[in-house]
């Protein structure tokens, strides 16, 4: 067992009874926790964030993620299993995997949601989108597809300016926050700066219980699920990436204009391809 349940075991008796329902359901499934935001493990362990939190701090970490590092790291867990097993090359598995992340991402489609969401970008006069690390090139790469669809909409990677931008949105913008935990400080700081302001707010996240799906209008999700040790990962990207994909797609499909705008922003650059 890895030394840090071995601690948790030896410290049951003295812990208080909402955080030893945290503890035992730690215990019970430390696999499934190295995957949880704070959201999830307060409900799977029927608690608050701020008890997640303390329970965290009793232990002697600053908070929830370096418990989750420390435990992924004892528990030699890195990255979930690439299927399918035996002899199969390394590309392989990842491509099974990878078709695996967009089948899931599939599921968790709300068409609804979508036409929401790809109306409102339509319609805004300005969009911000957020992200850091690995989310800001998915931030990079939403921006850049709105803006050959003619919209005013800017990516924010450092997210200082990002949130002094998002002071300055109205109800006619639309600010988007990328982030495969839901819990980045920063970009979940910078949606709530562009919701105070006014604007619709939305969240591309892969985690359906976190602190960002709780504070924006409108969530669109994608799989699978980060654990610390693979932040940035490359399918958690994938999700993402089709499910921005699906509402330029809805756009594109809604207005022919967002067509031509593409076929002009593809003829202003034709000249610099070989």
Do not use: W
Request: with cysteine.
């Amino acid at each position: 067992m890895p030394r840090l349940l071995t601690k948790l075991r030896a410290s049951l008796p003295d812990l208080s009874p909402v955080l030893r329902r945290v503890a035992d359901y730690v215990l019970e499934h430390p696999d499934a926790v190295i995957y949880h935001s704070v959201t999830e493990l307060a409900e799977a362990a029927r608690s608050s964030e701020g008890s997640i939190i303390r329970f965290c701090q009793d232990l002697g970490f600053s908070g929830f993620q370096e418990f989750k590092l420390t435990l992924a790291v004892e528990s030699g867990t890195p990255s979930r299993s690439l299927e399918p097993n035996g002899e199969t090359s390394l590309m392989t598995k990842l491509a099974h995997h990878a078709a695996g992340t967009l089948a899931e991402t599939a599921t968790l489609f709300e068409q609804d949601v979508f036409e929401t969401v790809a109306q409102r970008l339509a319609a805004a006069t300005r969009i911000d989108v957020y992200g850091v690390g690995a989310s800001g090139v998915v931030a990079q790469y939403f921006a850049y597809k709105l803006l050959r669809f003619g919209l005013t909409a800017q990516a924010y990677t450092d997210l200082h300016l990002g949130s002094m931008s998002a002071s300055n949105l109205s109800p006619t913008s639309v600010a988007i926050g990328v982030s495969s935990s839901g819990s980045t400080i920063d970009t979940l700081q910078a949606v709530k700066v562009a919701k105070a302001a006014g604007a619709f707010t939305v969240a591309v996240t892969n985690r359906l219980k976190s602190p960002l799906a709780k504070v924006a209008d409108r969530s669109l999700f994608a799989s699978p699920p980060e654990s610390p040790l693979t932040g940035g990962d490359v399918f958690a990207k994938i999700g993402q990436l089709l499910v921005l994909e699906g509402l330029v797609r809805l756009m594109a499909e809604a207005d022919d204009e967002f067509k031509e705008g593409v076929r002009r922003t593809a003829q202003v650059v034709a000249d610099r391809s070989m």
